[in-house]
């Protein structure tokens, strides 16, 4: 797209701001704003009025649908379209949607999954409108962002408690703000999502049922070239998908999205989308819709996008960085900044992530555990599964003298009255970057970097406000009403016991060493490092409790969400399983019988002319040896599969899973990936990692 037009299509399919302003009535548009930015709740009059208003302009937009657009527990979004069509009398029709349609909605959508929360013959469950994130058009239709929830009130998606703890942020963090003599309206949470994702050529994706049906190859033997040259990585990109990306700006810029940095990632065929942060709901919702648009882009250009955390082996999986910082009335408070009074704040609110963190490292852990992240996090190309912060040099100094009581002795030029020196000084000189860490503080804002790259990050942001909502009201139920004098010295010093109690949490090393487990377990770092294990701390009592202070989740919530997780984990694996039973004996066995067939064919007739065929008969007997394993290693899958899947109990079937099922998987790979080696080129059923990844 044209600069010029860039600026003149940016948005124009998203009810935001300027159009509502244009097209609501002065008093109406007054209202509306104040439930955006106070949460308050909406009135049916002024619903009926913004509904008007959003159905005259999706119609010139040439939208004849609406939906309400939804997150449920599998964390993909749902939707359901109904036209604006009131058939009348005469034949005509009339385009309507009334308010109480923009603000609630009845999907019937009762084969989501609910933990439990619901049974079937009570399904019924309904949609909320969320004006934080706007309404938009896509594909012709309406979409307006909510939640789902049951009728009895209990949340059935992923947004719904990650607007709570917004809501539980917002309340302690203003709570805090006031000690500092500040009366701000909003505290809210901004999140910049990168997103890493993969794009194949569509041929090689059709030829690929594990592809297909699981969004990884299950099989592959090592390619001749990986990753190893660190050539792709910022690298030029490829003309097609040079194009895909151009398209798939133009078309994000359209529905408002701020997508900024595009570039090559670190594996062959791997690419990144940065967008600019925004608030926690609409960057959830824009990467949401962002993934959908890449899927869709990527077919109109002969690809197909990979979303998947592990597609490949020996080669990097996909993550996606959760950059996360806390806004009040738009003044960043994760900036440190150069005076004093500030910079108190700022270490204030620094303590409280650091506690929160150390306090709910297995929170943190689980809100990232998926079966498809479990390829990720742990091996050396992501962050470890064990949790730790990453301050880099000058801010550690700064900690160690808080804690130690001494005077700060790094290179910072200015010391300052708090015993701390000025932190804007100390952060200019922050340029190291630790790509190895789980969570690390980058400036002016942390980076959670163990999401997955098709995780929802409501789960991530939803532990990280609540963890963080009660570090603050610590602070704040600490200090009372204190007065002025002390409470600087009173400030200093709750900082000084924080830190010290959780200062274990703080790594700045590698990540990726082999000492690191070792050391971290002696700190008594939590290190989880499968899904089944991590699952289960869901529903530990502490963290119930946790969610329940801060009204962000109920016991029978979590308990839905540790039921749905569990079984989404068995469900996926039971799936990669039956995906690798079908292609071995439908594709990888037939071909090695033709191959070996054919070779043992020429043996025989060479045999016939009274040559040996030395080489040929090797072969043969390797082929038939490979055939043997993997008829034998196929058995062990079905077998220890159907016994896993007849486990009920949510935990016991993730762990057979984890500890019976994957082991199979891995000798069936390790057999057939073997074989693929000595198979003939013309003979293998599907293109290999060197077709795929190498792509012109
Ligand atoms: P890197 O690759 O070095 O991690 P990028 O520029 O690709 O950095 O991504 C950084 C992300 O952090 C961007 O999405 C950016 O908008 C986001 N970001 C910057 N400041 C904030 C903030 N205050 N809150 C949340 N996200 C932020
Ligand atoms: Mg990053």
């Known amino acids: 797209m044209a600069s010029d ?29 104040r439930v955006i930015t106070r949460g308050d709740q909406l009135d049916f009059d002024i619903a009926n009025e913004v509904a008007h208003a959003m159905k005259e302009w999706a119609l010139e937009k040439g939208a004849t649908h609406f939906t309400h657009w939804f997150q449920p527990l599998t964390g993909i979004t749902s939707e359901k379209h109904d036209s604006f069509i009131t058939p009348k009398k ?9 308010g109480k349609e923009l603000v609630q909605g009845e999907p019937d959508a009762s084969s989501f999954p609910s933990g439990g929360l619901r049974a079937t013959f009570e399904a019924r469950g309904y949609t909320a409108w969320d004006p934080t994130s706007p309404a938009f058009i896509k594909d012709e239709v309406l979409c307006i962002p909510t939640a789902f929830i049951s009728y009895t009130g209990e949340a059935l998606d992923k947004k719904t408690p990650l607007l709570r703890s917004t809501v539980a942020l917002d309340k ?15 505290v809210v949470t901004t999140i910049g999502p990168e997103q890493e994702y993969f794009l194949i050529k569509e041929e090689d994706y059709a030829a690929r049922p594990d592809l297909i049906l699981s969004g990884r190859t299950l099989f592959g033997c090592e390619p001749a070239k990986g990753q190893e040259l660190e050539e792709h990585y910022f690298g030029s990109i490829r003309p097609t998908v040079n194009e895909f990306m151009k398209e798939l700006d133009d078309e994000l810029w359209k529905l408002g999205v701020p997508a900024k940095t595009k570039h090559n990632e670190v594996a062959p065929c791997q690419h990144e989308l940065a967008p600019i942060f925004e608030g926690a709901s609409m960057a959830i919702d824009h990467n949401l819709v962002t993934m959908e648009k890449m899927k869709l882009i990527a077919s109109h250009h002969g690809l197909t996008c990979l979303e998947h955390e592990k597609p490949f082996d020996y080669v990097n999986g996909s993550g996606k960085h959760d950059n996360w910082s806390l806004s009040a009335d738009g003044k960043n408070l994760l900036d440190p900044s150069d005076t004093p009074e500030e910079n108190l704040q700022f270490l204030v609110f620094l303590t409280c992530v650091i506690a929160a963190v150390d306090k709910h490292q297995d929170l943190m852990r689980v809100s990232v555990a998926s079966a498809g992240n479990d390829h990720r996090l742990g091996a050396n190309e992501a962050p470890p599964a064990i949790v730790s912060i990453f301050l880099g040099d000058d801010l550690n100094a700064v900690v160690e003298a808080l804690i130690n009581g001494t005077e700060y002795a790094s290179h910072s030029r200015t010391k300052m009255d708090l015993g701390v020196p000025m932190l804007a000084d100390v952060m200019q000189d922050t340029t190291d970057r630790n790509r190895t860490s789980p969570f690390a503080f980058t400036g002016n804002k942390f980076e959670f970097r163990m999401c997955g790259s098709q995780q929802n990050l409501s789960d991530a942001n939803m532990v ?4 963080v909502a009660e570090m603050l009201d610590e602070f704040a139920t600490t200090m009372g009403p204190v007065y002025e004098a002390d409470f600087v010295k009173n400030a200093l010093a709750w900082i000084k016991d924080t830190l010290t109690a959780h200062q274990r949490i703080i790594f700045n090393g590698n990540g990726y060493s082999d000492e690191w487990p070792v050391e971290a377990e002696k700190r008594g770092l939590l290190n989880m490092k499968t899904t089944p294990d991590a699952l289960p701390c869901l529903v530990k009592k502490e963290n119930i409790e946790l969610f ?42 037939p071909a090695l019988f033709d191959y070996s067939g054919d070779i043992a064919t020429t043996v025989a ?13 090797a072969l043969v007997a390797q082929l038939t040896d490979g055939i043997d394993a993997i008829s034998e290693a196929v058995a062990e899958l079905e ?26 998987m891995d000798k069936l790979r390790a057999a057939v990936d073997e074989m693929e080696k000595i198979c003939g080129h013309d003979y293998w059923p599907v293109p290999s990692y060197n077709k795929m990844l190498f792509y012109v």
Do not use: W
């Open 5 to 33: 037009k860039v600026s003149a299509e940016y948005g124009s399919l998203v009810f935001n701001d300027s159009v509502m302003q244009e097209r609501l009535p002065k008093p109406t548009y007054k209202e509306l704003s």
């Open 464 to 467: 990280l406000n609540t963890a």
């Open 548 to 589: 329940e202070k801060y009204a962000v989740c109920s016991e029978a919530e979590m308990n839905a969400r540790y039921v749905s997780k569990a079984e989404q984990y068995a469900k996926l694996l039971n799936i990669e399983a039956g995906v690798m039973v079908y292609m071995t004996r439908h594709l990888y066995l």
């Open 605 to 617: 007739t060479k045999a016939d002319l009274g040559i040996e065929a030395k080489s040929e008969k």
């Open 172 to 186: 302690q963090a203003k709570r805090v703000l006031e000690l500092f003599g500040k009366h701000v309206t909003s």
């Open 90 to 98: 005469d034949g005509s029709t009339l385009m309507t949607f009334s």
């Open 639 to 664: 077998e220890k599969n159907e016994e896993a899947k007849a486990i009920a109990d949510p935990k016991k079937i993730d762990d057979e899973y984890r500890d019976s099922v994957i082991p199979a």
